[in-house]
């Protein structure tokens, strides 16, 4: 059973949590809570914690916050709301993450960091596919699998397509699942310098890529990221060119005013 840390000073919710909540049907065991960020963190070095939620005041909560960005960036980070009905589908949704990152995949072995990779890149695939749908539950499954985006800061889409893809993809198995990975692990990464690079292969001729600004305590320059971004991606373009003999195009690229507007968009 999963072991839940809750962190707030709201009675509401402490007792929502306590008393409300049938622990056993999301197979948790009765979750520690506290009031407190140092107590929280205090637990956190001390004890096997599977997920965590926090509720506090914004000055309270910056030391957990930044705890949890730099000493612990895989554990996932669930909602908490004092609404007990959105509280429980909160709380579904994350025994359906824990439970994908420890599962058992044989003779895989992927350990917790790796799994919350898999999970994040296939919940940018569902954003850049159009098959997320709901902006809150987003940016909760966003926060979940700690993706350590800003979903609501300008980003830059690219729309680009690759010429030769019918027939790249067609001479290898399983090809449009290897080319997205390569294009993510190789070529133009995922978290590269301060920008977070989503891409999604959505047909043989379709690539969409997104640059996303990382969570940061200073903003940049729109100008200096849409310089930088663009210098990324046309640079791994190249490098596609050189390794795969690929061609690829870009076809259009835009602002977006952050992520809502990838919400069922159209892959045609």
Known sequence: MYKLLLVTDQKEIQALFQNDIDWRAHN??????????????????????????????????????????????????????????????????TRILLDRLHADFSDDNYDADAMLTLQRDDLIHRLLAGEMQDWSQLKRDLRLVRARVNPEGACVLYEIDMPQG??????????????????????????????????????????????????????????????????HVRDGIQQIKEYLDLDMTITESAWLDGLSPLLGANVN
């Not at 957990?64 to 609404?83: A, D, H």
């Not at 292969?201 to 729109?222: A, G, K, Q, T, Y």
């Open 166 to 231: 019918e027939v790249y993809l067609s001479e290898h198995k399983h090809a449009q699942e290897r080319l997205e990975r390569a294009l993510r692990n190789n070529f133009f990464g995922r978290y590269v310098d301060g920008i977070y690079y989503a891409v999604a292969v959505l047909s043989p001729r379709h690539i969409r890529l997104v640059c996303i600004p990382m969570l940061s305590e200073e903003e940049e320059d729109p100008q200096s990221f849409g310089e930088r971004a663009d210098e």
């Open 28 to 93: 948790c065991h009765t979750p520690l809570i506290t009031a407190s960020a140092q107590e929280a963190i205090e637990w956190l070095n001390s004890k096997a914690i599977d997920a965590v939620g926090y509720h506090l005041p914004k000055k309270e909560a910056i030391p957990l916050s930044r705890f949890l960005r730099y000493g612990r960036p895989s554990l996932p980070i669930f909602q908490v709301t004092e609404n007990a009905d959105m509280q429980h589908m909160i709380l579904k949704e």
